[in-house]
């Protein structure tokens, strides 16, 4: 929320001195975040010109300049930048004429940019300052022609000081305001926060008195509520205009205040609804009363209904919008955003003026819904006052009557259903227990009292009713959160709280972190990535297998070309990889641990079955909720691509390779204490021949693989991309921390070879685990040394030669029982894999 301070002073009193920095600290002090300081950034001599007269000038490029002879003060004073008091100024705008009264900006001013502004030769002239536009002071947008002081209804004697006169020399501070502080979304709300702060004397500009209606414009409030018997719509109030000027400016002090809060100006009558919803926090809408057909109906979106909001928009509406309709239809959707059949316009010359009052849970969802944020929205969702809608309308047919011309009638409406607060038991002692401050009874009342809280005492303590600026008081914590915040935070001690015994870092985190810190010292690069991808993705990436994954869509997704929740992690880093590459980085080695999302066969509730936001759900919609929650098991992923040896002097480069991924594999089950097996598999993502199914003590635990080469290219990778993916819970439920050691044997070892023929289908691994099975407790090592598949073979055979260690813990082996083991090992393969041995 931006508040220029002028707007704030006509509500609280300010010291005469007092800056934007002593407001936001005045703010801190009752929980107010501050966030910035907002200027016009402009400094003088910026002062008021009369045009006396203009030559224009053709030039060769087209265009036609204007050397203007300006009046920049009275005649026979000097000006404010010290020279005459006539300046010749070149303008290449049009919109002026001789008499009109400008805005110029004189040598030594600067503007917003910052421009600063200096005499200079221009089309063969001494342009002596320049005419501003309304873009060129940071006013608005517009930079078709020059600031006319006219348009404003203004008329200032030349000389005059612009930035005064204009409200340039207006300062804003911005707060940060958190969801449960609606009504600090306002000149109000915060006027009456600084009041709290500094004991200054604060003026509720709402209270005035407001005429009563004769009940002759008909409102028909028809909000059954399909969101869970919630009252839609409680206040709806509506007041005419007549005989308005749609053309007539806006006020420059308006529009200098609107700019400041960060506002658009749009027309006097748009920016007058505007001003008054920062100014009271109600948001305000204007009809054009003689567009509109019959009277106004509040009820629900029909299925299949559309709505042409003000930003020309078709919309396609929900059973659960709450809609303002007349005859001929929807007319806008409450308290988001008007629609175009009523739009206010420069031919508007009879105003409906409108204020109402929605549920805060209806107006959130149908702007999320619908993605259409609005100043309006963010003020409902957050609670608006009930009782000022009345006020609010006072306010704005005052400020259109003064100044678009209009005529005030007694013709409107009051619909006023909105339900009573209820009180609230405010134990005694009962804050000093929980803040741990001593309050007196009195400093509790008073606390109360000061922010609009109707109090009395009870027995055992203080019935508080809630002011109806203040739907976030709903319980004693709420109050005694107020009378911490009005009496001082500093009167809470600082004690630092005693850590409760325990047991230190679950198994899990203590794997987490030796996985993660294992990875990281082994040269990866830990990433983070998003959770949200594309179908594709999830298909291509989140099984092995062919076809459709079941993945979970976002119902509201951030991006509609990735509303999916992942049910892999390798997605994300191709990404991160592709994003890097481009940025010159070619040799990448990353990792990412984090959750994957499996939904499953659990049914989740329906929207119109979601527990209310304000109610504690029952234990039956409590565990409909932990059911529907979808299996989030946690992943680690792998990602190796370019060089992991660069190439230099007597050394050549060597690329990462599926031998890559599967040593980071190793390194992940050296770090969780589990020895991790890598067999022949298939990926639907990755190459054939050089993909691995990963598996513990027999079960399916990863991937690793390379991927296949067009999916590479797809996302402008190289060729050889190595990946894994391992799901970590199921490692660490595996077993893992637990290392088995081995002494270290001092008997002499004795080596031998064994070549078998298999068929080419049969994957080594499972050969060299036949062998190991078979040689028993001699084999000490075994490893594939060659995979021969040529001449002399068969077409469907191949040559797996292994290279075996076998040593005796208490004696020296002979070459026998060497080839005995080695013979058995063989004698198992063969009878596993029909394998035969190679002469």
Same mark, same amino acid.
């Given at each position: 929320?931006?508040?220029?301070?002028?707007?704030?002073?006509?509500?609280?009193?300010?010291?005469?001195?007092?800056?934007?920095?002593?407001?936001?600290?005045?703010?801190?002090?009752?929980?107010?975040?501050?966030?910035?300081?907002?200027?016009?950034?402009?400094?003088?001599?910026?002062?008021?010109?009369?045009?006396?007269?203009?030559?224009?000038?053709?030039?060769?490029?087209?265009?036609?300049?204007?050397?203007?002879?300006?009046?920049?003060?009275?005649?026979?004073?000097?000006?404010?930048?010290?020279?005459?008091?006539?300046?010749?100024?070149?303008?290449?705008?049009?919109?002026?004429?001789?008499?009109?009264?400008?805005?110029?900006?004189?040598?030594?001013?600067?503007?917003?940019?910052?421009?600063?502004?200096?005499?200079?030769?221009?089309?063969?002239?001494?342009?002596?300052?320049?005419?501003?536009?309304?873009?060129?002071?940071?006013?608005?947008?517009?930079?078709?022609?020059?600031?006319?002081?006219?348009?404003?209804?203004?008329?200032?004697?030349?000389?005059?000081?612009?930035?005064?006169?204009?409200?340039?020399?207006?300062?804003?501070?911005?707060?940060?305001?958190?969801?449960?502080?609606?009504?600090?979304?306002?000149?109000?709300?915060?006027?009456?926060?600084?009041?709290?702060?500094?004991?200054?004397?604060?003026?509720?500009?709402?209270?005035?008195?407001?005429?009563?209606?004769?009940? @002759?414009?008909?409102?028909?409030?028809?909000?059954?509520?399909?969101?869970?018997?919630?009252?839609?719509?409680?206040?709806?109030?509506?007041?005419?205009?007549?005989?308005?000027?749609?053309?007539?400016?806006?006020? /420059?002090?308006?529009?200098?205040?609107?700019?400041?809060?960060?506002?658009?100006?749009?027309?006097?009558?748009?920016?007058?609804?505007?001003?008054?919803?920062?100014?009271?926090?109600?948001?305000?809408?204007?009809?054009?009363?003689?567009?509109?057909?019959?009277?106004? @109906?509040?009820?629900?979106?029909?299925?299949?209904?559309?709505?042409?909001?003000?930003?020309? #928009?078709?919309?396609?509406?929900?059973?659960?919008? =709450?809609?303002?309709?007349?005859?001929?239809?929807?007319?806008?959707?409450?308290?988001?955003?008007?629609?175009?059949?009523?739009?206010?316009?420069?031919?508007?010359?009879?105003? =409906?003026?409108?204020? /109402?009052?929605?549920?805060?849970? *209806?107006?959130?969802? @149908?702007?999320?819904?619908?993605?259409?944020? *609005?100043?309006?929205?963010?003020?409902?969702?957050?609670?608006?006052?009930?009782?000022?809608?009345? +006020?609010?309308?006072?306010?704005?047919?005052?400020?259109?009557?003064?100044?678009?011309?209009?005529?005030?009638?007694?013709?409107?409406?009051?619909?006023?259903?909105?339900?009573?607060?209820?009180?609230?038991?405010?134990?005694?002692?009962?804050?000093?227990?929980?803040?741990?401050?001593?309050?007196?009874?009195?400093?509790?009342?008073?606390?109360?009292?000061?922010?609009?809280?109707?109090?009395?005492?009870?027995?055992?303590?203080?019935?508080?009713?809630?002011?109806?600026?203040?739907?976030?008081?709903?319980?004693? +914590?709420?109050?005694?959160?107020?009378?911490?915040?009005?009496?001082?935070?500093?009167?809470?001690?600082?004690?630092?709280?005693?850590?409760?015994?325990?047991?230190? =870092?679950?198994?899990?985190?203590?794997?987490?972190?030796?996985?993660?810190?294992?990875?990281?010292?082994?040269?990866?690069?830990?990433?983070?990535?998003?959770?949200?991808?594309?179908?594709?993705?999830?298909?291509?990436?989140?099984?092995?297998?062919?076809?459709?994954?079941?993945?979970?869509?976002?119902?509201?997704?951030?991006?509609?070309?990735?509303?999916?929740?992942?049910?892999?992690?390798?997605?994300?880093?191709?990404?991160?990889?592709?994003?890097?590459?481009?940025?010159?980085?070619?040799?990448?080695?990353?990792?990412?641990?984090?959750?994957?999302?499996?939904?499953? #066969?659990?049914?989740?509730?329906?929207?119109?079955?979601?527990?209310?936001?304000?109610?504690?759900?029952?234990?039956?919609?409590?565990?409909?909720?932990?059911?529907?929650?979808?299996?989030?098991?946690?992943?680690?992923?792998?990602?190796?691509?370019?060089?992991?040896?660069?190439?230099?002097?007597?050394?050549?480069?060597?690329?990462?390779?599926?031998?890559?991924?599967?040593?980071?594999?190793?390194?992940? %089950?050296?770090? =969780?204490?589990?020895?991790?097996?890598?067999?022949? %598999?298939?990926?639907?993502?990755?190459?054939?021949?050089?993909?691995?199914?990963?598996?513990?003590?027999?079960?399916?635990?990863?991937?690793?693989?390379?991927?296949?080469?067009?999916?590479?290219?797809?996302?402008?990778?190289?060729?050889?991309?190595?990946?894994?993916?391992?799901?970590?819970?199921?490692?660490?439920?595996?077993?893992?921390?637990?290392?088995?050691?081995?002494?270290?044997?001092?008997?002499?070892?004795?080596?031998?070879?064994?070549?078998?023929?298999?068929?080419?289908?049969?994957?080594?691994?499972?050969?060299?685990?036949?062998?190991?099975?078979?040689?028993?407790?001699?084999?000490?090592?075994?490893?594939?040394?060659?995979?021969?598949?040529? *001449?002399?073979?068969?077409?469907?055979?191949?040559?797996?030669?292994?290279?075996?260690?076998?040593?005796?813990?208490?004696?020296?082996?002979?070459?026998?029982?060497?080839?005995?083991?080695?013979?058995?090992?063989?004698?198992?393969?063969?009878?596993?894999?029909?394998?035969?041995?190679?002469?």
């Amino acid at each position: 929320m931006r508040v220029p301070l002028s707007w704030l002073a006509e509500y609280v009193e300010l010291p005469a001195d007092t800056t934007p920095e002593a407001v936001q600290s005045a703010l801190v002090k009752v929980g107010l975040e501050e966030e910035d300081i907002h200027r016009f950034d402009l400094s003088g001599p910026i002062v008021v010109g009369e045009v006396l007269e203009f030559v224009e000038e053709p030039q060769k490029n087209g265009k036609v300049i204007r050397w203007c002879q300006v009046r920049v003060a009275p005649d026979g004073e000097t000006a404010a930048d010290g020279g005459e008091s006539v300046h010749g100024i070149v303008c290449g705008a049009h919109n002026f004429a001789p008499g009109d009264k400008v805005v110029v900006t004189l040598p030594g001013a600067v503007l917003p940019g910052p421009f600063p502004i200096a005499a200079r030769k221009t089309y063969g002239h001494l342009s002596d300052g320049m005419i501003a536009s309304v873009r060129e002071l940071g006013l608005g947008d517009d930079h078709e022609g020059i600031l006319v002081l006219a348009t404003l209804g203004m008329d200032p004697e030349p000389g005059t000081d612009a930035i005064s006169l204009l409200g340039l020399d207006d300062e804003a501070i911005e707060i940060n305001v958190t969801p449960d502080r609606g009504y600090a979304f306002s000149i109000r709300g915060v006027a009456r926060e600084y009041a709290h702060a500094t004991g200054a004397t604060f003026t509720d500009p709402a209270k005035r008195d407001v005429p009563t209606l004769d009940g @002759t414009f008909p409102v028909t409030i028809d909000d059954g509520a399909p969101i869970r018997d919630r009252q839609g719509c409680s206040v709806f109030t509506t007041r005419i205009v007549r005989d308005v000027d749609p053309a007539r400016p806006t006020p /420059a002090w308006m529009r200098s205040r609107l700019t400041l809060a960060g506002i658009r100006s749009v027309s006097v009558l748009v920016d007058i609804t505007n001003y008054v919803m920062l100014e009271l926090g109600q948001p305000i809408h204007g009809y054009d009363l003689d567009r509109l057909t019959g009277g106004i @109906t509040v009820r629900r979106a029909a299925k299949g209904e559309k709505l042409t909001t003000l930003d020309s #928009t078709e919309r396609v509406l929900h059973a659960e919008d =709450l809609l303002i309709t007349d005859g001929s239809g929807p007319i806008g959707l409450a308290g988001v955003m008007g629609g175009a059949t009523t739009e206010i316009s420069d031919a508007t010359t009879n105003v =409906l003026v409108e204020a /109402a009052n929605f549920d805060p849970v *209806s107006i959130a969802r @149908t702007a999320r819904r619908h993605k259409l944020p *609005s100043e309006a929205s963010k003020r409902f969702e957050r609670g608006v006052d009930p009782k000022i809608t009345q +006020a609010a309308v006072d306010r704005v047919v005052e400020l259109i009557q003064k100044y678009a011309g209009g005529t005030p009638t007694d013709s409107g409406s009051v619909y006023d259903e909105a339900p009573e607060r209820d009180r609230i038991l405010l134990p005694s002692g009962f804050a000093s227990a929980l803040v741990g401050v001593d309050y007196s009874d009195a400093e509790e009342r008073d606390a109360l009292v000061e922010i609009g809280c109707e109090v009395s005492i009870v027995d055992g303590g203080l019935s508080v009713l809630p002011p109806s600026w203040r739907p976030d008081l709903v319980g004693k +914590a709420d109050l005694v959160e107020e009378i911490a915040r009005i009496v001082g935070y500093d009167r809470i001690p600082s004690v630092l709280p005693v850590a409760p015994p325990g047991q230190g =870092l679950t198994r899990g985190q203590r794997s987490r972190r030796a996985l993660s810190d294992a990875l990281a010292a082994a040269g990866s690069t830990e990433v983070l990535a998003y959770p949200f991808v594309s179908k594709a993705s999830n298909d291509l990436f989140g099984s092995p297998l062919e076809g459709r994954v079941p993945a979970i869509k976002v119902a509201n997704a951030l991006d509609a070309t990735v509303p999916y929740l992942r049910t892999s992690l390798i997605p994300g880093l191709i990404e991160i990889a592709h994003r890097n590459l481009s940025r010159g980085l070619t040799n990448l080695s990353l990792f990412e641990m984090g959750l994957v999302f499996t939904p499953g #066969t659990k049914e989740r509730l329906g929207s119109d079955e979601l527990p209310s936001g304000t109610d504690r759900p029952s234990d039956e919609q409590l565990d409909a909720l932990f059911e529907g929650i979808p299996a989030q098991p946690r992943h680690v992923a792998v990602l190796e691509l370019g060089n992991v040896i660069e190439k230099q002097p007597g050394q050549p480069a060597v690329s990462a390779s599926l031998s890559d991924a599967l040593a980071r594999v190793g390194q992940i %089950g050296l770090a =969780l204490g589990v020895r991790i097996d890598a067999v022949q %598999g298939t990926h639907k993502a990755l190459h054939p021949g050089r993909t691995a199914e990963l598996r513990v003590n027999g079960l399916h635990v990863g991937f690793a693989g390379e991927l296949l080469p067009d999916i590479a290219e797809d996302h402008d990778l190289p060729r050889v991309v190595a990946v894994a993916e391992l799901d970590i819970d199921a490692l660490i439920a595996s077993g893992g921390e637990v290392v088995a050691t081995h002494s270290i044997l001092t008997q002499p070892a004795a080596t031998q070879d064994l070549s078998l023929l298999v068929a080419r289908d049969v994957p080594a691994g499972d050969v060299l685990a036949s062998v190991r099975e078979g040689a028993g407790e001699l084999l000490e090592d075994i490893r594939l040394v060659d995979d021969y598949r040529g *001449s002399g073979l068969g077409t469907d055979e191949k040559s797996l030669t292994f290279a075996l260690r076998f040593r005796a813990a208490d004696r020296t082996l002979t070459a026998a029982e060497a080839s005995e083991a080695k013979l058995a090992g063989a004698s198992r393969a063969h009878e596993l894999f029909g394998a035969a041995i190679r002469d």
